[in-house]
């Protein structure tokens, strides 16, 4: 695929005219073209005689499959720094002696870079929308702002039950919310994020519940991970997790919920009742032993918005969604025992459509007037020969890999593999890495 208007490195980031030529979009050839607006304009069948003059960039596609971005509902963006410093352990003594250690010597610069990385791994990827829970966060979103995807940040509420703690990420959210909102990016939107509900006491979610009402923001937590934290949450509060948080006023439409290994047949009929998107997390859940697969086919039934996360790579250890989707089919497949469970088109509606509705952005869907959020995956590679079904080889036979251009808002952000900058920022993540660590054994 190459850029056939002007040299290479004046499409990257711009926000100008492209028309993307010669790709198969659901089954169908078609032609893209792409305004400063930021949306997809026109699509459709040999349109490009009617945007030739228009387009400032042209993007011969040459055959490759057009598909949305892929979003990313549920990560811990700077974890990227901790990839494989931990591995193989039990989820408790994994978190309580590698991982909190190890995040009490964060820095700003830290999550700065290790968002960075996470950016620019995920637009290698296909990724073009994230979901992210950390600290810092206004660090985040600087990092997210000059790498051109699209984020819902949050900062991760945890008050363990002491109300001088909970007044103090009470501060914390309002000030990250307003930070967030004062940016006027549309590409880049607060959350109140609620860590768990064995983190976070019931006043705790409460006040998260009223002021995402409030700000009209959605919510972003953790839920029913492990068995243990269902059975810790029975004894304290005499009720299920779900039931917990409902209570808590914080599952509606704009909750998304990560895990869900363990809910039962009654949280899964309540959550699909309140209109809220689980994030199943395959990959995570699988290295951690939580010994439970998401019920997919419940939550599907009662009318959830089943979607797909990483987790942060400390516990997957990539941002990579294709493999993500590939490992959501089979999990599913082999727990439940039946080979019939998330078919291939499933498990890219939840990278895609599915992703795209519980993180407010868009539609996932290649329409026009949608956002200018797409990919393109070649189709003269091993992964796609032959082509007997595109929606079984881009799960089960492609990896991120594979992604040759990825646009988001209408700037291309990466083409023919190549990403500006990259050097730098693997450069700066990597010394980010060393020093957190280092700071950590000195400590």
């Known amino acids: 695929m ?38 997809i304009t026109d699509i459709g069948h040999d349109i490009r005689k009617r945007h030739r003059g228009e387009a400032e960039f042209i993007i011969d596609g040459d055959g490759a499959l057009a598909l949305p971005g892929l979003a990313n509902t549920h990560t811990h963006a700077a974890m990227s720094l901790l990839r494989g410093y931990a591995d193989d352990m039990i989820l408790q003594d994994w978190l309580a002696t590698k991982i909190w250690p190890l995040e009490a010597h964060l820095t700003a610069d830290d999550v700065y870079w290790g968002t960075k990385l996470a950016c620019l791994e995920m637009i290698r990827t296909g990724t073009t929308a994230f979901n992210d829970m950390y600290f810092f966060m206004e660090s985040a979103a600087k990092a997210v702002d000059e790498s051109g995807i699209r984020a819902l940040l949050c900062y991760g509420f945890i008050d363990l039950g002491d109300a001088a703690k909970r007044e103090h990420e009470c501060k914390a959210t309002e000030a990250l919310v307003s930070h967030i909102k004062g940016l006027k990016n549309p590409r880049i939107r607060a959350a109140a994020g609620p860590h768990a509900p064995y983190t976070v006491s019931p ?65 899964c009929a309540l959550l699909g009742k309140r209109g809220v998107s689980v994030s199943h997390n395959p990959a995570s859940n699988m290295k951690l032993a939580t010994h439970r697969a998401l019920p997919y086919q419940k939550l599907v039934a009662a009318g959830a918005n089943v979607c797909l996360g990483t987790d942060g790579c400390a516990s997957n250890n990539n941002l990579d969604m294709f493999e993500e989707m590939k490992i959501a089919a089979l999990l599913q497949k082999f727990f439940w025992n039946d080979p019939t469970v998330l078919p291939a088109p499933a498990a890219l509606a939840m990278a895609t459509t599915n992703g795209a509705k519980a993180l407010g952005f868009g539609t996932g869907t290649l329409v026009a007037g949608a956002p200018a959020d797409l990919i393109l995956v070649p189709t003269r590679t091993a992964c796609n020969t032959p082509l007997h079904n595109a929606a079984s080889n881009l799960v089960y036979a492609c990896s991120g890999a594979a992604v040759e251009t990825t646009i988001c808002a209408g700037r291309v952000l990466m083409l023919d593999r190549e990403i500006p900058g990259e050097h730098e920022v693997l450069a700066g993540a990597a010394d980010a890495a060393k020093n957190l660590v280092k700071r950590a054994q000195t400590a």
């Open 203 to 267: 006043e705790g979610l409460k006040w998260c519940a009223e002021f995402a009402k409030e700000q009209e923001i959605p919510l972003h937590i953790h839920l029913s991970e492990t068995e243990k934290e269902v059975n810790d949450c029975v004894a304290q509060h005499g009720k299920r997790p779900a039931a917990l948080l409902d209570s808590c006023g914080a599952l509606t439409p704009k909750t998304i919920a990560a895990h869900g290994c363990w809910l039962d047949d009654g949280e």
């Open 2 to 39: 190459t850029e056939q208007n002007h040299q290479t490195t004046d499409i990257f980031g711009k926000k100008k005219s492209v028309l993307i030529t010669n790709v198969v979009a659901e089954k169908t050839p078609v032609d893209i073209f792409i305004d400063a607006s930021e949306t």
